[in-house]
């Protein structure tokens, strides 16, 4: 399988948004006030969430997307317009960061909804929700504000979370019909006929046997789900059932799809990145089985995770063996680690180096292809451009980590790019843990940054030479003495 150039898919998002905001720390002590942990908070971080997560896991496969919802507002003083609250200020520059194009509706009066979580040890201990429906909103500026933007979409999601956004989803759904766009939605609630003429709805198990019933058999359940299909007039319905996997029901025989996930960390944003690759894949041309398969991977990539997350192409591909269309490579920490994880539980070697490829020159280039040798894919980790210039001084990096890992990521002998930003990259080694480590220069094993931690995986590592009289700085004298 090759996966589809996500490119091509134009997505309109329109549902409930959400701020999710993680504290993190470490926890110690009791608190002497009340039998509760105590957390010291030496993390924050702002997440979108909600329809916004549907849309940056859209946006994470290359996909075009766009993002329509309600946000809190209050008016300008004697005025009658409405401006925008912090929680969205925050929501929209998280988006566009994420290549999501967002228009989100200010409600005067009304607050952007935020979830707060606090995290330790990668477990949630509490979570505070800051919200208030949506439903009784007047709905005519969002409507006319995907009137706006439905003709440039190839499909549509829907993301109800039950927050009043899409209190009037059949108005959104007339407005697909008429432009001939198919709408993809992750339903909510105890009643589905408001989503009724929709081209597919992506319930979980627990969502449908609220309205269904039990089931006392595939047979059975196959039959409330054809049921449920023909009330609603649906093209078809996607029923995910947690560690059982997913079933496709349509006009075709029923299409079972098992579970492929092997640890399960947090199942928060699963749904989200299910519907995120259906509709991006129904977006690239991709005939709608084919699109569950893609679905049914990335979200067993995603409940690997901690926190809402999205799924890469490099992910998806590596999980389903498939092909990326155009895919650099290039990773955070957290994607990196799973990608290896996945690799090396398919028996393949995984070979890591690191450096600040500042101006990339042949010795580069022939350290980079002995070490692909040692294995099967290779790893570099490249220094951010502070640690760079701690480490070279003022003037340095002459290109800027962007770069230098798109040059290092189209080399044949490169699969994968990381950046760091302290000045060795022990901790990213440490928790990537390579097969095999690999550094270039005059370095015994124990001088080598994470070289303890990989020996003590059972790893290997190997101290490589370079090209006798190229480097970097030799380059950049040579220019100036020319000069």
Same mark, same amino acid.
């Given at each position: 399988m090759t996966l589809p150039d996500f490119s091509n898919a134009r997505i309109l998002v329109v549902g409930d948004v959400m701020l999710d905001r993680y504290f993190s720390g470490a926890t110690q002590r009791i608190s002497p006030e009340a039998p509760v942990p105590v957390v010291k908070v030496n993390n924050s971080e702002d997440r979108p969430g909600g329809a916004a997560n549907v849309a940056i896991n859209a946006a994470a496969l290359g996909a075009q997307v766009q993002l329509i919802g309600l946000c809190g507002g209050q008016y300008k003083s004697d005025t009658d317009l409405i401006q925008a609250d912090e929680a969205s200020h925050i929501l929209t520059t998280a988006l566009h960061a994420h290549d999501v194009v967002s228009h989100l509706v200010p409600v005067a009066q009304m607050e952007t909804i935020t979830k707060l979580r606090v995290m330790s040890r990668n477990q949630q201990l509490l979570r505070l929700d800051f919200e208030e429906s949506f439903a009784s909103v007047d709905k005519q500026p969002l409507i006319e504000m995907v009137n706006m933007h439905i003709a440039k979409a190839d499909v549509v999601v829907l993301s109800d979370y039950a927050k009043g956004t899409l209190s009037n989803p059949q108005a959104l759904i007339a407005l697909a019909k008429a432009h001939n766009v198919p709408v993809v939605i992750d339903p909510k609630g105890t009643d589905f006929t408001p989503y009724s003429g929709a081209t597919i709805i992506t319930p979980n198990m627990a969502e449908f046997t609220l309205i269904a019933g039990e089931a006392d058999s595939e047979a059975a359940l196959s039959a409330q789900a054809q049921t449920m299909r023909a009330e609603l007039d #649906? %093209? !078809? +319905? #996607? +029923?995910?059932? %947690?560690?059982?996997?997913? %079933? #496709?029901? %349509?006009? =075709?025989?029923? &299409?079972? #799809?098992? !579970? *492929? !996930?092997?640890?399960? &960390?947090?199942?928060?944003? =699963?749904?989200?990145?299910?519907? =995120?690759? +259906? !509709?991006s894949a129904l977006g690239a041309n991709v005939a709608l089985p084919e699109a569950c398969v893609m679905a049914n991977h990335a979200a067993s990539i995603v409940v690997g995770k901690l926190g809402t997350s999205s799924v890469t192409t490099t992910e998806l591909a590596l999980s389903l063996h498939a *092909?990326?269309?155009?895919?650099?490579?290039?990773?955070? =920490?957290?994607q990196l680690t799973y990608t290896v994880r996945l690799l090396q539980s398919q028996g393949q070697k995984v070979v890591m180096t690191n450096g600040c490829f500042d101006i990339l020159h042949a010795g580069h280039v022939s350290y980079l292809q002995a070490a692909a040798q040692l294995g099967d894919r290779l790893i570099v980790a490249v220094n951010d451009d502070d640690s760079v210039t701690r480490l070279k001084g003022p003037g340095r990096p002459v290109n800027n980590v962007a770069r230098r890992m798109a040059v290092l990521a189209g080399l044949g002998a490169v699969d994968f790019v990381v950046p760091f930003g302290e000045d060795t990259p022990q901790s990213l080694i440490a928790e990537v843990l390579p097969d095999v480590l690999v550094k270039g220069g005059d370095y015994t094993i124990d001088e080598i940054a994470g070289g303890k931690e990989v020996l003590a995986n059972g790893g290997e590592v190997k101290v490589m030479h370079f090209e006798e009289g190229v480097s970097t700085t030799a380059i950049i004298k040579q220019i100036v003495d020319t000069q």
């Open positions: #649906l %093209s !078809a +319905l #996607l +029923l995910t059932r %947690s560690e059982e996997g997913m %079933s #496709l029901f %349509s006009d =075709a025989p029923d &299409y079972h #799809l098992p !579970a *492929k !996930a092997k640890e399960v &960390y947090d199942v928060t944003g =699963a749904g989200d990145t299910v519907v =995120a690759v +259906l !509709a *092909k990326a269309h155009d895919d650099v490579g290039v990773m955070n =920490a957290e």
